[in-house]
């Protein structure tokens, strides 16, 4: 008869933990949709898949739903809370297993302009224009206009412009065009790409790039 020592289940139960807390940090991420700034494409309460890899074997391209870092872009760096050590690592394990809310430095956005691109609003026709070819945006939550007010920017090297799918509901780039950013994102503070919707069960399917920004050419 095998016999079992008393260390054998804690032992499991905590190699289990430095898995999930790898994968997370490394591969994918679950995280849990805040805000309605992204209707109706995620929803308030959605579970989503962030995958971390996946910027490693493609650029980031437009079109994509991700989840960034907003610091000293969106929120400014003595806004971002401080946390004990003890504290961080209840967060960090709740938010791996996506039963914590992500924090309130973290967003998640549509990229609609890369570095080089030219972003403005609108034309006569009230749609947004990249590099002076119109987007048809089937993602807009029903009802809202590509902006409610007029921009032009240009996103420099290495900087991503993102708005949110909920256009009068999104506080994206065009609310921050004032700042010392200008309204633009950081490539290295994305933290990975929307994937799929994993949580309620209703709502599961991929997130996918709509067409029209392939016809967008730099």
Same mark, same amino acid.
């Given at each position: ?9 804690? #032992? ?7 898995? *999930? ?14 805000? /309605? ?12 898949? *962030? ?11 437009? /079109? ?8 000293? $872009?969106?929120?400014?760096?003595? !806004? ?9 690592? #209840? ?6 297993? /996506? ?10 956005? &549509?990229?609609?302009?890369? !570095? ?7 034309? @006569?026709?009230?749609?947004? #224009? ?5 987007? $048809? @945006? ?19 090297? /290495? ?7 909920? &256009?009068?509901? $999104? ?5 921050? #065009? ?9 490539? $290295? ?13 209703? &709502? ?7 067409? !029209?920004?392939?016809? *967008?050419?730099?």
């Amino acid at each position: 008869m095998l016999k079992h020592s008393r260390w054998d289940l804690p #032992l499991t139960l905590l190699g289990a933990l430095v898995f *999930v807390l790898l994968a997370t940090a490394f591969i994918a991420k679950p995280y849990s949709i805040p805000s /309605g700034s992204m209707e109706n494409t995620l929803q308030v309460g959605d579970r989503v898949l *962030v995958n971390r890899m996946v910027y490693h074997v493609r650029p980031i391209e437009r /079109g994509d739903v991700v989840v960034f870092d907003g610091t000293d $872009s969106f929120v400014a760096q003595d !806004a971002v809370p401080s946390r004990d050590p003890v504290t961080g690592l #209840l967060t960090t394990i709740g938010q791996s297993f /996506g039963i914590i809310a992500p924090d309130g430095t973290d967003f998640v956005k &549509r990229v609609v302009g890369i !570095a080089g691109d030219h972003v403005q609003c609108c034309n @006569e026709q009230g749609q947004l #224009l990249v590099n002076g070819i119109a987007l $048809s @945006e089937p993602y807009l939550y029903p009802g809202d206009a590509p902006s409610g007010f007029a921009f032009n920017a240009i996103v420099p090297e /290495g900087k991503l412009w993102v708005m949110g799918d909920h &256009r009068s509901q $999104s506080a994206d780039s065009r609310a921050h #065009l004032a700042d010392p950013g200008g309204g633009m994102v950081e490539e $290295s503070k994305v933290i990975g790409r929307v994937m799929a919707v994993v949580w309620p069960p209703s &709502r599961w399917g991929s997130v996918t790039i709509p067409e !029209a920004y392939a016809k *967008v050419a730099q």
